[in-house]
């Protein structure tokens, strides 16, 4: 074995990660060249020197707020707010908090329909407007964007928010579980 | 260990937390990821990051999707793979939406106007006494590895400080096992030349 190449699988001969050909090719160059015996010390010093690092000791708080991972700080699905919301409409139901539009329901069953539509259209304004915002804007700015994100893409494939998002994305949690996929192992 | 006792009571969320309605059994198992996972996540993360607030961030960020996906996981699936890539993508996250805090490997030269720079750093062997304390060991070591890139500081956290085979590396980070291999052996090599005094200190068989 050359010079060079041995000294390219110092580290793998040092964490027993080459094959039994290679090892014994590497060790005999290391008899015969003592640059790389003192490469392979220093390797394995530094290894060793890593290893010795104790283990980072997580403060406090860190236990207690894995404990209860919804409640500090991050944002709730919307799933979670919807469901959160509905509980606490029944329970205002249920407390009678709601008895006066009770009222209304059963003896004015039209006036409470109209309110309800009324509240909806309100509710619905916004949205439609929106959209009809966003249609436009995509007439005169769709260009631009694909554009842009062509241009970055080509630029700085790992700097694009919508590329990166889309491979590190969280739609790797359907992986979980999942036998993993052979590893390319092109090199050795 | 009285905090990972305190994570094996049953986990009743408090009033008026949106959680989903997970039954005792499954908070019972989502402790149980935590226990068995949480040190290393954060040592991982603190590796990593350098600094204590970004390790807590990173790992309470990984252990809340677990918690999301909870029904998603199978019970007894081995979880580091999924788990310590969720980290290094966090991580990689983390850098992007904050440019300036942004890691620049300090071996390379700074262009300036009159050609290319190399930093100088100052003797870690000047001050003999102090120098071969554990503490400052730690920190000096710390420091090197945030000279490294993340790429070539991931596979080595996972490698000499977390102990995993080159397969498991190449598993977890989807790379493929010559990459491993390159980028451990450079990670070492640029460690080495930046914790040289350490490095002889070891190899003539002291410890701290």
């Not at chain 1, 059963?106 to 619905?124: D, N, S």
């Not at chain 2, 071969?132 to 400080?161: K, T, Y």
Request: charged share 25%; proline share 6%; with cysteine.
């Amino acid at each position: 074995m050359n010079h060079h190449r041995a000294g390219r699988l110092l580290s793998a001969y040092v964490d027993g990660e080459l094959t039994a050909a290679e090892a014994r090719a590497v060790q005999e160059h290391l008899l015969d060249c003592a640059a790389c015996r003192d490469a392979h010390d220093r390797l394995r010093a530094t290894r060793d020197l890593l290893a010795g690092l104790p283990p980072a000791e997580p403060p406090a708080e860190f236990w207690a707020n894995l404990r209860h991972p919804i409640a500090q700080g991050s944002v709730p699905s919307g799933v979670w707010m919807l469901r959160g919301a509905a509980a606490r409409l029944r329970a205002a139901w249920r407390a009678g908090a709601w008895a006066p539009w009770r009222w209304v329901a059963v003896r004015r069953p039209a006036w409470a329909l109209a309110a309800v539509a009324a509240m909806l259209m309100l509710a619905a304004l916004p949205l439609v407007k929106g959209t009809v915002d966003r249609l436009h804007a995509t007439e005169i700015g769709v260009d631009l964007y694909v554009h842009d994100h062509a241009m970055q893409m080509g630029h700085a494939p790992l700097v694009d928010r919508a590329y990166v998002g889309l491979v590190a994305g969280d739609a790797e949690l359907v992986l979980a579980g999942e036998t993993p996929r052979p590893v390319g192992d092109n090199v050795r | 260990m009285s905090e990972i006792a305190a994570t094996v009571a049953i986990m009743a969320p408090p009033e008026g937390v949106r959680a989903p309605a997970y039954t005792a059994e499954e908070l019972a198992r989502y402790d149980g990821i935590v226990q068995r996972y949480a040190r290393h996540v954060y040592n991982i993360a603190y590796r990593m990051t350098g600094n204590q607030a970004d390790a807590r961030d990173l790992s309470q960020e990984a252990f809340l999707r677990v918690y999301r996906a909870l029904r998603r996981v199978q019970p007894g699936a081995p979880l580091e793979s999924w788990l310590y890539r969720i980290v290094s993508n966090l991580y990689i996250d983390l850098l992007r939406r904050r440019p300036r805090a942004r890691v620049e490997s300090l071996v390379t030269p700074i262009e300036t106007a009159r050609g290319e720079m190399v930093r100088e750093f100052p003797d870690i062997a000047a001050n003999p006494e102090a120098v071969f304390e554990r503490e400052h060991i730690d920190a000096e070591i710390q420091q090197a590895l945030g000279v490294l890139s993340p790429e070539l500081r991931m596979v080595l956290v996972l490698s000499d400080i977390e102990g995993f085979a080159y397969e498991e590396i190449a598993a977890i980070l989807r790379v493929p096992l010559g990459t491993v291999k390159s980028r451990l052996h450079r990670a070492r090599q640029v460690l080495q030349q930046r914790l040289r005094p350490y490095v002889e200190a070891q190899r003539r068989g002291w410890r701290p």
